[in-house]
C-alpha cells in the first residue's frame, strides 16, 4: 500500500471558488493514482457559490499560487536480492491535463548510505510550480562500487519514464539534479550518453538520456581533487572517492574504474549532451571549487551550454540553497522543460 496525502483545489482548470481539502487515501500500487482519486469524484459538477454569510464572517478571495502538491514515499524501482531501491515522489495537481516535466533529484552522501528524505523540503516549491519531483535512492559504496550508483540513477529514470501516464509526467521532459557526489552522479548521467556499461536491465525499452542536468559542488576529476585545499585527503585509501571505486584513487589498480566515473572524460565537441547548470562555494571545505571549474571549462571548449555560478562566501551547500539560487535553478528549468 502507498500512503500520501492529497490536497485537492479548483484553480486553473475551468472552476471557480477555490475550495481545499486535505484527504488521507491508502492507494493500491496496481491502481493509477488519477482513477483511484476520481472513483467517486465527478468532475462535471459546477459547484454555485455559497450563498451563506453568517455574521462575522470573514470574506477573502481566492489565489492559486502554485499546484497542490502529493507525496508518495519509498516507491521502489529496482532490487537486487533483497535489496530494494526507492523514490520519493512529489506531485502537482493531477486534475491538469497536460503532463509535467520531471526532475530527478540525487541526494549527495559521498557515495555512502543516503539520507534520502533531508532535503525534500527543499522542493516542495518546484512541484507547486509544476514539476515532479523524483528523489532516488542508490545503492551505496558500501554494498557496491563503481559504476552501481550511476546505474542504479538512470534505472530510476527509466522507471519513471515508464510510469510516466501513472505520474502525469512528459517523458521528454526530464531534469537531473544533484548535490555533492548526487552532482558527480547528475554530471555523470548527462555527459555519458549512450555508455551501455552504465545500464542495467530494468526498463531498457526507456531512454537514460536527460534534457538538463543541474550539479550543485560536485567532484568532477578525482586524481585532481587533491590539487586544491579539502578537508578530506581524497588520495588516501579510506576517502569517498576511494571507498566508490574499490580503491585508492591514485592507484594503478583503479586508474580505469577512476576515468570512467570522471564525468569530463565523457564530454567532446561530437557527443550531444543536454545543457549543464553547474553551481559551487568559492570556500567549499569538501569538494575544492576547481572541480566545476574543470568541467565547465570542458564543456565550453566542447561548444555545449553551460551556465556556472560562483557563489562567494558559501561552503559545501552552506549558502547555497538560497531562494536567490532556487529562482536561478526554476528559471534554467523552465527554459529548457517548458
Do not use: C
Not at 316 to 326: D, E, R, V
Request: proline share 6%; no cysteine.
Amino acid at each position: 500500500m502507498i500512503f500520501f496525502l492529497r490536497i485537492f483545489s479548483r484553480s486553473q482548470l475551468g472552476l471557480n471558488n477555490l475550495i481545499s481539502m486535505l484527504i488521507i487515501l491508502f492507494v493500491n500500487p496496481s491502481i493509477g493514482i488519477a482513477q483511484s482519486l476520481n472513483e467517486v469524484r465527478d468532475l462535471g459538477i459546477e459547484i454555485p457559490s455559497s450563498d451563506e454569510r453568517p455574521a462575522g464572517v470573514i470574506e477573502i478571495d481566492a489565489i492559486f499560487d502554485g499546484y497542490p502538491v502529493t507525496y508518495i514515499h519509498d516507491v521502489v524501482y529496482a532490487s537486487y536480492g533483497e535489496r530494494e531501491l526507492v523514490l520519493n515522489i512529489m506531485l502537482p495537481s493531477l486534475d491538469s491535463v497536460n503532463p509535467y516535466p520531471l526532475v530527478v533529484f540525487i541526494q549527495g552522501s559521498g557515495w555512502l548510505p543516503q539520507n534520502v528524505y533531508r532535503s525534500l523540503p527543499n522542493f516542495v516549491n518546484f512541484a507547486r510550480a509544476g514539476y515532479v519531483i523524483a528523489s532516488v535512492e542508490y545503492r551505496h559504496s558500501r554494498e557496491a562500487i563503481a559504476p552501481a550508483q550511476v546505474q542504479d540513477v538512470k534505472a530510476a529514470i527509466r522507471f519513471m519514464r515508464a510510469n510516466a501516464e501513472l505520474y502525469g509526467l512528459d517523458p521528454s521532459k526530464v531534469a537531473v539534479w544533484g548535490t555533492s557526489s548526487g552532482g558527480h552522479l547528475a554530471a555523470l548521467v548527462g555527459a555519458s550518453v549512450g555508455v551501455g556499461s552504465f545500464l542495467t536491465q530494468d526498463n531498457l525499452d526507456q531512454s537514460s538520456d536527460v534534457q538538463a542536468v543541474i550539479d550543485f559542488f560536485g567532484p568532477t576529476d578525482f586524481r585532481r581533487m587533491d590539487d586544491y585545499p579539502s578537508q578530506i585527503n581524497h588520495s588516501h585509501a579510506s576517502s569517498p572517492e576511494s571507498l566508490v571505486v574499490g580503491g585508492p584513487i591514485q592507484t594503478q589498480a583503479v586508474a580505469e574504474i577512476v576515468a570512467g566515473y570522471n564525468p569530463i572524460n565523457y564530454i567532446s565537441s561530437d557527443r550531444p549532451l543536454p545543457p549543464f547548470l553547474i553551481v559551487h562555494g568559492d570556500i567549499d571545505e569538501l569538494v575544492p571549487f576547481n572541480q566545476s571549474t574543470l568541467l565547465y571549462k570542458e564543456l565550453r571548449e566542447a561548444g555545449k551550454e553551460v551556465t556556472f555560478y560562483r557563489v562567494n562566501g558559501a561552503g559545501h551547500g552552506s549558502g547555497i540553497f538560497s531562494k536567490q539560487m532556487m529562482k536561478i535553478v526554476k528559471d534554467f528549468l523552465d527554459q529548457y522543460l517548458r
